[in-house]
């Protein structure tokens, strides 16, 4: 763009992209009504801040760091509220690492296990899970995650590679269980 | 973390990578509400609409104040030009007096923080009208008056004796009677020496009060030995702000069901928002549900009207209640809106919540839904 916009497009754009915003919030909160929250409070803030918005970055992108900036504000407060200091690093629920005991054919259904994979993502620890999301399921390049998020490039690299390697011990089971799958297919050769 | 060396992965590392994007690409989160979004939008064009009036506000309101500096000013330069020059007469100069922080007189305090009436006041504002106008020296409205005093102490002494027969004894004063009546039993209350004869009054009291009798009861409540013949007079006159009060500081959760109880009977504009707010409070949450059994007709128009709340723990409190309400028509409702899409979250809380019958074949279903198993899922667990 450019240039600064003026208000009515401003509004133009802020629905347009209020879908996506609620979406996100919803992946980086897993919780439908903490995402509310966390989407209201960071329209309030793009209401007042809305100059700031210069049209030198995508909007989505701006919005985005909107919505990131209320997403720790808002772990922060829950942080305080629940008798624990803000800002510990550690994700809200820490996440079911078990092993599932069940064998594999008897296993969750599909929409379990995508259900299972979006809680264990929104249980990350909170950058890790700022930048996987962003990521994975945005489709942003680690330089606009940088841009998001106030971070350096190798900052956002080494967190996206920990969040994944997070991830594959957390699945691990899922992991295992494919490939033994795979590998006990004949004709499939997954080395 | 910055300068963390890349490996080049090994190709079981590169499989495993894949394995994983694939899983991560079956993630699936809840889908945001249609009401959610409405919410959201209206929350943007509430935000836009005061940003706007503030506009239309701070326009006339520069005006007016840039007015009445400009009237200032121009006043003050006519009072300076028009004032007569000062003629010294006395050239002696008095000394300025010292000020330390010593000397200062501090003024009196002249607010007080808030504190609920005390016995003596409550009667103050219930005593008797009629001394006042002089009324009492008619001989009609004294003979009355003095017929009253007489029915109002064989009352009493009846409800002494017996308690139980309270609401029969009521039942022999006319409403007419019920203002003369309540200022008379709290002149009575007052000047009481007698504990048993006082706990009869109150009790008396309690059953034919008015509302203007509630400040009274109020503060006779927190005398331990006539709390539970106060508190009975307040379930039925006390308003919201008196019953929030004394469930708040209620002694025990038996107590506090039955003022939440009465709470749910007062007008539900007002009471359904304070009662969300001790459902979602741990420690009075179960006092709440409970009194919930209490009430024969619970505030269901308000509580669902509560499920569009733009605060998510308000919504589940009125899911939960609306489930713990339950019935065939309340099951009939939310199955209206799974079908409808409207408030989906919200109805399959309620329906979680609900311990019906058809409530719990209905969120079966739901669960095993194709459409709405993970939003169940979901609405069991934020239970």
Not at chain 1, 129 to 142: D, F, K, Q
Not at chain 2, 67 to 80: E, N
Not at chain 2, 237 to 245: E, F, H, K, R, S
Request: glycine content about 6%; aromatic content about 4%; hydrophobic content about 45%.
């Amino acid at each position: 763009m450019g240039a600064s916009v003026d208000r009515t497009t401003f509004d133009r754009l802020v629905l347009d992209q209020l879908p996506a915003a609620h979406r996100f919030a919803i992946r980086l909160t897993g919780d439908p009504d903490a995402a509310e929250e966390v989407v209201q409070d960071a329209l309030l803030r793009a209401s007042r801040g809305w100059r700031t918005f210069r049209g030198e970055s995508a909007f989505r992108t701006w919005l985005f760091q909107v919505v990131v900036n209320s997403f720790r504000d808002h772990r922060s407060a829950r942080a305080v509220a629940a008798g624990r200091g803000a800002g510990d690093g550690l994700p809200d629920d820490l996440p079911d690492s078990r092993p599932d005991a069940r064998p594999p054919l008897e296993r969750a259904s599909e929409a379990e296990q995508g259900e299972r994979v979006a809680r264990l993502v929104s249980s990350l620890p909170p950058r890790q899970r700022e930048v996987l999301v962003l990521h994975a399921y945005e489709g942003l390049s680690p330089a606009e995650i940088a841009a998001v998020l106030g971070l350096s490039d190798s900052n956002v690299r080494a967190n996206l590679s920990f969040a994944r390697q997070r991830m594959r011990e957390l699945l691990a089971d899922r992991i295992e269980g494919e490939r033994h799958e795979r590998s006990s297919t004949p004709g499939t050769d997954v080395r | 973390m910055n300068d963390l060396p890349r490996q080049e992965p090994t190709s079981d590392e590169a499989g495993s990578d894949a394995r994983l994007d694939a899983l991560l690409a079956t993630a699936r989160w809840p889908e945001p509400s249609p009401e959610s979004e409405r919410r959201l939008r209206e929350a943007w064009g509430r935000l836009g609409d005061r940003r706007r009036k503030t506009r239309w506000y701070i326009g006339p309101v520069a005006a007016v104040a840039a007015a009445v500096l400009i009237g200032v000013f121009v006043w003050r330069a006519i009072v300076t030009e028009t004032r007569e020059p000062v003629v010294q007469t006395n050239p002696i100069r008095q000394a300025l007096p010292v000020t330390t922080t010593k000397s200062v007189e501090r003024p009196p305090r002249m607010s007080v923080p808030w504190r609920p009436p005390t016995v003596w006041e409550a009667a103050l504002v219930a005593r008797e009208p009629t001394s006042r106008h002089g009324l009492a020296s008619r001989p009609v409205v004294a003979a009355a008056g003095a017929g009253l005093i007489g029915r109002v102490k064989e009352a009493v002494d009846a409800v002494a004796a017996n308690p139980d027969e309270v609401a029969v004894v009521a039942a022999q004063f006319s409403k007419a009677d019920v203002g003369r009546l309540e200022r008379r039993l709290a002149q009575d209350i007052l000047s009481e020496r007698s504990a048993p004869r006082r706990k009869a009054q109150v009790l008396l009291l309690a059953e034919l009060c008015t509302a203007r009798s509630a400040p009274l009861l109020a503060s006779l409540a927190a005398e331990p030995e006539l709390r539970p013949q106060a508190l009975a007079g307040l379930e039925r006159v006390g308003d919201v702000p008196t019953l929030t009060a004394l469930a708040s500081g209620a002694r025990d959760d038996g107590e506090r069901r039955r003022l939440l109880a009465a709470l749910l009977r007062r007008e539900p504009a007002h009471a359904v928002p304070v009662f969300l707010a001790f459902l979602q409070d741990g420690a009075t949450e179960d006092a709440a549900l409970a009194a919930l059994d209490d009430v024969k007709n619970p505030p269901v128009d308000a509580l669902f009207a509560r499920l569009n709340d733009p605060r998510a723990g308000t919504r589940l409190a009125a899911a939960r209640a609306i489930g713990k309400v339950d019935g065939p028509a309340v099951t009939a409702r939310l199955a209206w809106m799974l079908r409808h899409n409207v408030n989906r979250r919200e109805a399959l809380a309620a329906l979680a919540a609900s311990d019906g019958a058809e409530a719990k074949q209905l969120f079966q279903w739901a669960l095993e839904s194709k459409e709405l198993g993970a939003a169940a899922r979901a609405a069991r667990q934020s239970l």
